[in-house]
Structures are given as C-alpha cells and as structure tokens.
C-alpha cells in the first residue's frame, strides 16, 4: 500500500461500503476484502477513540502495508477477496516509512492523522478531523492545537479552491502567534509564506511578493532557519515569478528550492516534497515551450509520486496532466489525448465536476482538440473551464472573465 487504508470490524457496515446487493454501473465490480491480522510489525491502529465517528469500528494501516491474497471467491453480486497482513516490506518504501515514521513520533496524534490523510489528498476526513479537534480546543486556552488546526484547515481549504476561507484560516493563525511569540520567532516565516501563497492564488501578486520577501527574511536572519521552509518559500516565489512571466526569476528560485531539499536528502527518500519542486520546473520549461526539458522533469516528479502517492492522488494527477501537454508540444496528439481523457476519469472519482482543478483538465482537452482541428470540442472545454473558474474566483481576480491559461 501506498496510502493510510481505512476499515471497520463491522461486517455488515463493510458490505454497505462496498456496495454489494447495490448495483453498480457497468464496467465496474463491488469487491470486499476480509483482512487477517497476525503478529507484525506493520503499524496499524484501532482509531475508534480518536475518530469523529466511533461507532464505525475503524481500523488504519499505515502506508507500506503489504498483504497476501489468500482467496478470490465471486459472488453473486461481487467478490470476496481475503487478505492476511504479512511482515514482509517492499525495500522501495522502507526509507520513506522511517522519514514518517521519526514525523509522527511515539504518540501519534489526530492532527498527525489528520495531516496524512490530506497528503493522501483525502481532504474531507482531514477536514472532519481537524474541525473535531477545533470543537474540543474551542472552550480551553490550548493556543498551539488551534493554530495547528487552522493550519491545515486552510490548507485544505486552499485545495479546495476556498480561498477567502483559507484567508480567514491565516489570519486567525497569525492573530493567536502576533499574542503569543516574540516578534522575531521563525514561525513567522511559515505564517506570512501562507498567506502570500493564498493571496497568489486570489490574483494579489503585489500583496503576495511582499509577504513571499517577509517570509524570506524571517528564514535567513534566523541563526538556525529551517532549510525545509526556506525551500517552501523559495518555491512559492518561483511560482509568483512564473505566472508574472518572470521565467529568469522563477529559474532561479527554483533552483534554490531545489538545492535546499536536496541537501535535505530528501530525494533520496523519494519525498513529495522534492517532487513539487520538479513538477514546477517541469511546469516552467513548458511555458518557455521547451518540452524537451519539461518532460525530464514530469518524468523526475512522477517517478517519486509512484513510490509515495497513490494514483488518484491530486498531485500525481497534475504530474500526468503536464506530461500530456508536453506530449501535445512534441505534437504527439493521439497520446496526449489518452493521457488527458485518462486524468480527468480519475478525477472525477474523487473531486465534484466543478472543483477547481477539473478546470485545467477541460483545458487541457480543449486545446488538444483545438490542435487536432475539432474546434467544436475545444469551444465545449473551454466553456466549462471557464465557468468553473468563475465559481472559484473573486470578481476583481485578474484572470475572471479571460480564457483561463494553463498552470499546473
């Protein structure tokens, strides 16, 4: 497994999961797994005390679980697969496991899980968990477990295209630290750092390149600054820097944000991290329409989301878009539109049709379309992309009312 695997003690609750006697469309098969727990050292955790709902018997796997199948048995409306939980390890995983495992500590946390599953990009339980923690933190003077849920509220909220949400989430972070740290604690770099990056994201260039530079400059005064959050600072700016059409500039954070994580040894560890920062190169090269460059790069960032995101992840999706698109540049047309068509039944299996994203995708397939001469499609894409964004973006953004532009 590469990805936390949720599942419940309750049989009957399982079946209704799995949508067996329900009927399914064609094409697909409702499957339920049965899964033998043995002496291991695979973590795993009952997290019925900790989940918002206790009464569904949840147990975790962490990621790198690996089963054995022991039976297929087809049923009349489904299958039943039984699986056993082994202690063998694929070796690809063992040095990322370690990296999370050292993240989480000896007492794992909710936000913990909370955290990992919006990695996972399971935005909506992250969500629940998070805002199950704020109701029990709301009423005490726990300042530190509210900023650590208005965190990552926002940065779901960011995913979700809810960007004034995810202001609000901000400002109540920088509200409760502005009382509570010394002006000059580093923590201010993380907290300026995401509001420019949710200002980016609103079409507040001018705002966000100066709270990007107030950011910087809490990271490089600090004696002991953190090489990790630098490396996020040095990204966001590059991104700034790219839609303002500064590719000299975006080159050149870019670069920066890459040596950091390197150094960090986070390639090594085949990271997500380190694989954001390849797809924006890869991103870069494709707005300097150099596909040549952009695809090594795709290829780079999707060879470390194969090991540590699952494949409908939001991240390893974008990833695959991008390379489409360059297939489109080397004017590879037929494999540029399987690959998109691909994408965009993925997301639809895990985002509502018009979550933001989605509009890339239509884009995407418009200009493919556009290129191959089927000019009726291609006005349909854009149409839709265009009428996503609107849904997502504040009237004064610079984009609304244009035809959106490719931005991975």
């Not at 909710?110 to 955290?115: D, I, R, T």
């Not at 004017?331 to 989605?358: E, G, R, V």
Request: charged share 20%; proline share 4%.
């Amino acid at each position: 497994m590469n990805t936390f695997l949720s599942t419940t003690e309750n049989y009957d609750q399982a079946v209704g999961f799995s949508g067996v006697g329900t009927g399914v469309p064609e094409g697909l098969e409702c499957v339920l797994y049965q899964i033998t727990i043995g002496e291991t050292r695979q973590p795993f955790a009952h997290i019925d005390g900790l989940s918002a709902i206790s009464t569904e018997n949840e147990i975790l796997f962490s990621i790198g679980t690996v089963f054995r199948i022991d039976s297929v048995e087809e049923w009349p409306s489904g299958w039943l697969i039984s699986l056993t939980l082994t202690t063998e390890v694929e070796e690809r995983f063992e040095m990322l496991m370690k990296h999370f495992l050292d993240e989480i500590g000896q007492k794992p946390t909710l936000a913990m899980l909370g955290k990992f599953l919006m990695m996972q990009g399971d935005y909506n339980r992250a969500k629940r968990y998070f805002e199950f923690l704020l109701d029990m933190n709301e009423s005490d003077t726990d300042d530190e477990g509210r900023v650590i849920c208005y965190k990552y509220l926002a940065n779901i909220s960011d995913e979700k295209g809810e960007y004034e949400k995810a202001m609000y989430y901000h400002h109540q972070i920088l509200n409760i630290q502005q009382r509570t740290l010394n002006p000059d604690d580093p923590y201010f770099s993380q907290i300026y750092n995401n509001i420019a990056a949710t200002q980016m994201a609103l079409g507040q260039y001018g705002e966000a390149a100066k709270n990007f530079e107030l950011s910087i400059s809490y990271d490089v005064q600090n004696q002991s600054y953190d090489k990790r959050g630098l490396s996020i600072s040095y990204n966001n700016v590059a991104t700034m820097y790219t839609e303002l059409g500064d590719y000299t500039n975006a080159a050149h954070y870019y670069e920066k944000a890459l040596e950091n994580q390197l150094e960090l040894g986070l390639g090594a560890l085949k990271h997500p991290d380190i694989a954001i920062i390849y797809h924006n190169l890869a991103t870069l090269y494709d707005d300097m329409k150099q596909p040549e460059r952009a695809i090594q790069y795709y290829e780079e960032a999707l060879t470390i989301e194969k090991v540590s995101l699952p494949p409908e992840h939001p991240a390893r999706i974008v990833t695959e878009s991008g390379l489409a698109m360059a297939y489109l540049q080397m004017n590879n047309n037929t494999l540029a539109l399987q690959t998109c068509l691909a994408i965009f039944d993925s997301k639809l299996k895990i985002h509502p049709p018009n979550f933001p994203s989605l509009s890339k995708t239509y884009m995407n397939l418009g200009y493919i379309y556009q290129d191959s001469g089927d000019f009726s499609k291609a006005e349909e894409q854009y149409k839709i992309a265009l009428q996503i964004n609107e849904c997502h973006r504040p009237a004064n953004h610079p984009q609304t009312g244009k035809k959106p532009s490719v931005n991975w």
